[in-house]
Structure formats: structure tokens, C-alpha cells
Nanobody, 132 residues
Framework: AQVPVESGGGSVEAGGSLRLSCAAT???????????MGWFRQYPGKQREGIAS????????WYSDSVKGRFTISQDNTKTMTYLEMNRLKPEDSAMYFC??????????????????????WGQGIKVTVFP
């Protein structure tokens, strides 16, 4: 399967905004199935943590408490592009950011608190640095 390709990272001052993009062509499963797309971030030496996810069947998103109200996840109509709009960035948002897809599921609540062991494959990620 092809791996997702993240883009849009970079450096920004605290309070600023960035928009991450994820290009993912679903190869492993039927294009008619529904699933979750998740954004994760990873600090050096730490495990990837899920921060936002979206159900491809529509109408359902989830956010971690650390980003709720500041970040917005969305997809285009083709479901091949997933975005993460990041506003009011803080220095603690500095990390490597990854996107990945889950296995097929008809249940939107499976997108809650995404666990990186249930998502994949993984791309190289994109670095975000927020200066104080």
C-alpha cells in the first residue's frame, strides 16, 4: 500500500497558524468502505499520540483535549486529501505530525482517541516548530 504524504509543516511564532495536508490513496481496502483518518503527533522519544480524527462516512470528528478548539480536521470530497488547520499554535505543539488511516469500520465512534497501533501505513511525517 502507498504511504500517506504529509505537507505544510514549518516554523511559526506562537499564536500563529499552519495548515497541514495529507495525501493518502487508499490501496489496502475497498474504496467503498468507511474508515477513520487520523492526525497524530510525536515528541522526541515518545510514542505517537492521536490528536484529531475524522470519519470518512461524514459528520463525525474527534479532538484531543490538547487541541480542541484550536485545530480543525477536514477532508475533500474525494477523501484522498485530509487537512489539519492549526490555529493559536503554542510551543508545546512543536512535534512531528503524521496522518494515517484506520481499518474499515462502519462505526464513527471508532475514530475516538485513535491508537497508532490500529492505524497505518505511516509516512515520514512533517515537522512543526512553534517559537515562543
Amino acid at each position: 500500500a502507498q504511504v500517506p504524504v504529509e505537507s505544510g509543516g514549518g516554523s511559526v511564532e506562537a499564536g500563529g497558524s499552519l495548515r497541514l495536508s495529507c495525501a493518502a490513496t487508499r490501496m489496502a481496502y475497498s474504496t467503498h468502505s468507511t474508515y477513520c483518518m487520523g492526525w497524530f503527533r510525536q515528541y522526541p522519544g515518545k510514542q505517537r499520540e492521536g490528536i484529531a480524527s475524522i470519519f470518512t462516512g461524514g459528520g463525525y470528528t474527534w479532538y484531543s483535549d490538547s487541541v480542541k478548539g484550536r485545530f480543525t480536521i477536514s477532508q475533500d470530497n474525494t477523501k484522498t486529501m485530509t487537512y489539519l488547520e492549526m490555529n493559536r499554535l503554542k510551543p508545546e505543539d512543536s512535534a512531528m505530525y503524521f496522518c494515517a488511516e484506520s481499518r474499515p469500520t462502519p462505526h464513527p465512534d471508532r475514530c475516538d482517541r485513535p491508537d497508532d497501533s490500529a492505524f497505518g501505513p505511516w509516512g515520514q511525517g512533517i515537522k512543526v516548530t512553534v517559537f515562543p
